[in-house]
């Protein structure tokens, strides 16, 4: 799967949502995430992210390897909702995320 790292948080720029052929990026209150069972590796929002937060799994920076967690575990309870429009922006975020100071400027 690919995986939205911590560069994304406060960002949002949603570039990537539109490439996704499958609607798998969801997004939350302060970050967006790929839903890793519905991902099919097409890599197609990895390149648009303004900001390079998106990285294939295996090549995420050492310092962001937690955002692979912090990415599965957002669908724990939402599981695989087969498409990200309907359900427009989820109040929520992983604990990790929320817990993070402002990141913008
Ligand atoms: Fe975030 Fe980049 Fe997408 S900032 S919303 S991962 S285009
Ligand atoms: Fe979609 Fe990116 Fe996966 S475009 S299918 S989330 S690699």
Same mark, same amino acid.
């Given at each position: 799967?690919?995986?939205?790292? &911590? *560069?994304?948080?406060?960002?949002?720029?949603? +570039? =990537?949502?539109?490439? @996704? !052929? $499958?609607?798998? /990026? #969801?997004?939350?209150?302060?970050?967006?995430?790929? &839903? *890793?069972?519905?991902?099919?590796?097409?890599? +197609? =929002?990895?390149?648009? @992210? !303004? $900001?390079?937060? /998106? #990285?294939?799994?295996?090549?995420?920076?050492?310092? &962001?390897?937690?955002?692979?967690?912090?990415?599965?575990?957002?669908?724990?309870?939402?599981?695989?909702?087969?498409?990200?429009?309907?359900?427009?922006?989820?109040?929520?975020?992983?604990?990790?995320?929320?817990?993070?100071?402002?990141?913008?400027?």
């Amino acid at each position: 799967t690919y995986i939205i790292g &911590q *560069p994304c948080v406060d960002i949002k720029d949603r +570039a =990537c949502v539109d490439e @996704c !052929p $499958v609607d798998c /990026i #969801y997004e939350g209150k302060r970050m967006l995430y790929i &839903q *890793p069972d519905e991902c099919v590796d097409c890599g +197609a =929002c990895e390149p648009v @992210c !303004p $900001v390079e937060a /998106i #990285y294939y799994e295996d090549d995420l920076p050492e310092d &962001q390897s937690e955002y692979y967690d912090v990415n599965v575990k957002f669908f724990d309870d939402l599981g695989m909702p087969g498409g990200a429009a309907k359900l427009g922006v989820i109040d929520s975020d992983h604990p990790l995320v929320a817990a993070l100071p402002p990141q913008n400027g």
